[in-house]
């Protein structure tokens, strides 16, 4: 008897995720998404409360979202958050629920049956369209998917984009327009021993692109990239900077009434010009005051050739000066563009309030509006902009509303959810088979165990299906 | 990370490593020579102190004390040993002071603000260290990052504040000069 109660419990903490003995009077709280804001609001709601069961649900086998798919491979410090997160996961009042789909799988109305709260964090994962005729044109490609290639994500793997022309043209000057630019300049050496794909490396090694530009609708004062970046493509061996004297007019005259982080960078924009290793033969500029109006194709009309700007004129000054296209065009050849000008959130489920206008769910300090129970956190509520740093602080502004709610009743928490039970018993009569955390370790186990005869810290697995068969093994 | 270091305690199964950064050119012990050279060891949990594992003797000069203000006002003397660095301080007290990027330099969610006394016994920020503080929230002239922060006797009575990061400025109105 006392044989079968304990396989029974066995069986039934390994189909939910239990590990360990919980509260079964505390609140459950249940978050889509296993990215940064999923896993730092997480973080906060099991600090907070003793007896809060938290569950991370998450699309893919693989945890940390962009951590894993969008930090760019020679940055792997910034990763190192993930140590973070693994901690939380492995708290024993927190389950991990990958390869749950949250919208096709298992509603978000569902959940909301199953938990006292339901956190959004789903991140953006679609990307923003230019809107200009030729955008269809084979070679152009968005930063998401540019990115994605070489950071393996499983739905880019096929991308294969041609990087045998000499120009590649990024529009967008934030920080994800310069990693793609500093990994199509990169010294390969610098490559080969990063998490970067095999594919991509390979792609690399043979690539053509020796000029790349980046180009921006306003002017130097208001490029959306961070020193750090930027100093990082000013100090790439190999290469030069080739700015536009003229783009820099009347800047110096500003730079002492900077707020200082944008005085900083402006600072070293103007240290850059004409800067570089002279005969060096690979080249990055900026181009400022430039809006792309078309893409161009070549002779067989399939492919890009060309990209058409027009050019701005600025009204207005600092964070705020507006780019009003002016008549004047200018055409500039290129074989590869990169459109980096935002990610942007998608509507996962119908019974979810969406601002399609901001790409947003409408909420008031992470409360979703008109949905009580239903939080949100990370881009999917603010917008797709910010670092690691700025997800963790809005995650920690939700789970405190989270947390707030609890207090005041808001949140009934007399009411009695049965949590990952139920979702459980859900998915398995759906045929959904879920990824634990246990099951992703072992992915991560193969991935570095593959890394490892070619010097690299991981070789990441690329499709879906040879995921789970690992993490089910 | 502080609130992973609570999280932590609970923890009964896992066995969590402190990871120092191996990269000994951006580590203030290394720039201050305090590093004893087994700053790369790792260290066990729950002792999160990564500061180097200072072998000197505790003596009384030895002993630092920090004041930690946290975001509700909430003061926290703690008693610290010189080479001690600031991060890891929080940490081992259980101060709400989030280190995600394990004091490489490549984050800015370990930002303090120093009370102004103090700022100039502290040796001027490296260019990295700056570039980081750049893209912190309210950043003021009294602005360091906690992981670069390594005690010393002339820091005795310091006190670090953590910065309010939400949109809203301080309760009593205070705006805080922009940089």
């Not at chain 1, 893919?60 to 798919?69: A, D, M, Q, S």
């Not at chain 1, 969008?70 to 792997?76: I, S, Y």
């Not at chain 1, 005259?253 to 402006?266: A, G, H, I, Q, V």
């Not at chain 1, 992703?440 to 690329?462: D, F, M, S, T, V």
Request: proline fraction near 6%.
């Amino acid at each position: 008897m006392i044989i079968n109660r304990i396989v029974r419990i066995h069986i039934l903490s390994r189909a939910t995720g239990w590990r360990g003995l919980s509260s079964v009077s505390g609140p459950r709280v249940c978050v889509v998404g296993g990215g940064p804001a999923g896993f730092y609001t997480a973080q906060q709601l099991l600090k907070a409360r003793q007896d809060a069961l938290v569950d991370i649900y998450e699309r893919l086998p693989v945890p940390f979202g962009l951590v894993r798919f969008g930090v760019a491979p020679d940055h792997p410090e910034v990763k190192n958050v993930i140590n973070t997160f693994t901690q939380t996961a492995h708290h024993e009042r927190c389950s991990f629920h990958g390869n749950v789909n949250v919208g096709r799988d298992v509603s978000v109305e569902e959940l909301r049956q199953a938990y006292h709260a339901v956190v959004l964090s789903y991140g953006a994962e679609a990307n923003r369209p230019i809107g200009i005729p030729g955008e269809n044109l084979s070679g152009i490609f968005s930063a998401k998917d540019f990115v994605g290639w070489y950071n393996g994500i499983p739905a880019n793997k096929e991308l294969c984009p041609d990087l045998s022309c000499e120009t590649a043209v990024i529009l967008g000057q934030g920080n994800v327009a310069l990693d793609v630019a500093r990994i199509l300049l990169s010294p390969l050496d610098t490559l080969k021993t990063t998490d970067i794909t095999q594919h991509a490396l390979k792609a690399l090694a043979g690539s053509g692109v020796r000029r790349v530009l980046i180009i921006g609708r306003r002017g130097p004062l208001q490029i959306a990239c961070t020193i750090k970046e930027l100093r990082e493509l000013v100090n790439l061996p190999n290469t030069r900077a080739e700015m536009l004297l003229s783009d820099f007019e009347g800047i110096k005259e500003t730079l002492k009434d900077l707020p200082r982080p944008r005085k900083r960078l402006t600072d070293l924009l103007m240290k850059a010009v004409n800067g570089g290793e002279d005969k060096a033969e690979k080249s990055w500029s900026f181009r400022f005051s430039r809006s792309p109006v078309e893409v161009l194709a070549g002779a067989d009309g399939k492919r890009a050739a060309g990209i058409r700007l027009a050019l701005n004129k600025l009204e207005g000054s600092g964070e705020n000066a507006r780019a009003v296209p002016t008549d004047q065009l200018e055409d500039v050849d290129c074989g590869l563009i990169i459109s980096s000008i935002g990610y942007k959130s998608i509507l996962i489920d119908p019974a979810v309030p969406f601002d399609p206008r901001r790409s947003v769910v409408p909420n008031d300090m992470g409360r979703v509006q008109d949905t009580p129970g239903l939080y949100c956190s990370g881009w999917v509520k603010r917008g797709p902009t910010g670092v690691i740093a700025t997800t963790m602080n809005d995650s920690f502004d939700t789970a405190r509303v989270l947390l707030q709610d609890m207090e005041t009743g808001e949140l009934d928490l007399s009411i009695k959810k049965p949590g990952a039970q139920a979702i459980s018993a859900l998915l398995q009569t759906r045929g959904v088979r879920t990824v634990l955390f246990s099951d992703w370790e072992k992915i991560n186990a193969e991935e570095e165990r593959r890394g490892k005869p070619h010097g690299k810290p991981r070789e990441k697995l690329l499709d879906v299906e040879e995921m789970l068969q690992i993490a089910w093994s | 990370m502080a609130a992973s270091a609570a999280v932590r305690a609970s923890v009964t199964f896992t066995q969590r490593l402190v990871r120092v950064s191996p990269d000994c050119s951006i580590c203030p012990l290394h720039r201050l020579n305090l590093c004893t050279g087994s700053a790369g060891a790792s260290v066990s949990a729950p002792s999160v102190s990564a500061s180097g594992d200072c072998q000197k003797e505790e003596t009384q000069e030895q002993v630092v004390h920090v004041v930690f203000v946290d975001r509700s006002g909430r003061r926290s003397p703690v008693k610290a040993k010189v080479g001690d660095n600031a991060l890891y301080l929080a940490h081992k007290h259980g101060i709400d002071l989030e280190g995600a990027c394990e004091a490489s330099l490549a984050c800015s969610t370990c930002h303090v603000y120093v009370k102004s006394e103090f700022c100039a016994k502290l040796p001027a920020p490296e260019e990295r260290e700056d570039d980081m503080l750049d893209m912190a929230p309210m950043l003021q002239e009294n602005s360091r990052l906690g992981c670069q922060i390594i005690l010393t006797p002339e820091l005795d009575g310091i006190e670090l504040t953590l910065p309010r990061v939400t949109r809203n400025f301080y309760v009593d109105g205070h705006v805080p000069k922009p940089h």
